[in-house]
């Protein structure tokens, strides 16, 4: 059967529409604020969780912090649960799902930094905290664990420098307690 070349031009224009509509990008929709406010407050509740080592219960709060709101802390708190439970390639494959997804959110780049740490890879660490406090140089918790990096490595001057800087933003018992340690 032969087409004409009218036919084939209207073939040609809807194979063409078809296929430009999947070029198009899907909206993407802020979350609901109701919904990020409680998801928030899961967090909160996973994050003490973490800090009383009740891994469990926090890995099931986070997960459904994730469900009920797609924000950056419930995937990053689900790292925190893999790290603290000795599960480093989940923790890093978690962390950088969060940086892919969430490329601006800090925190995760300074969990990435302290997992390459605690696996005694400083060049990583040191260029992950750089980009956390790059994307936010107000993130007094990345800065103190920097601080403390440098301090394991001899750069004591950066150091107490680093958590001046951190105790600027937050006068945290922690980073005072560094602070005499470097004095």
């Not at 063409?16 to 909206?27: A, K, V, Y």
């Not at 890879?121 to 403390?148: I, S, W």
Request: with cysteine; charged share 25%; aromatic share 10%.
């Amino acid at each position: 059967m032969k087409m004409r070349g009218c036919q084939m031009k209207s073939l040609y224009v809807l194979l063409l529409s078809w296929c430009l509509i999947g070029c198009i990008r899907p909206e993407v929709r802020a979350p609901d604020p109701d919904a990020v406010s409680r998801a928030q407050a899961l967090i909160n509740q996973g994050v003490a969780l973490l800090r009383t080592r009740q891994l469990e219960n926090a890995h099931a709060v986070f997960s459904l912090a994730l469900e009920v709101a797609e924000i950056p802390e419930s995937l990053d708190g689900l790292g925190c649960v893999a790290f603290q439970r000795g599960d480093m390639n989940g923790a890093k494959q978690l962390f950088s799902a969060t940086i892919r997804k969430f490329p601006e959110y800090s925190q995760a780049y300074a969990n990435l930094a302290q997992l390459y740490e605690a696996n005694g890879q400083g060049k990583f660490a040191a260029q992950y905290y750089k980009e956390a406090l790059a994307r936010d140089p107000k993130n007094y918790k990345a800065r103190n664990n920097f601080g403390g990096y440098l301090y394991d490595n001899d750069y004591r001057d950066l150091a107490r420098y680093e958590l001046l800087k951190a105790n600027a933003v937050a006068q945290e018992e922690l980073i005072e307690d560094n602070l005499k340690i470097v004095r």
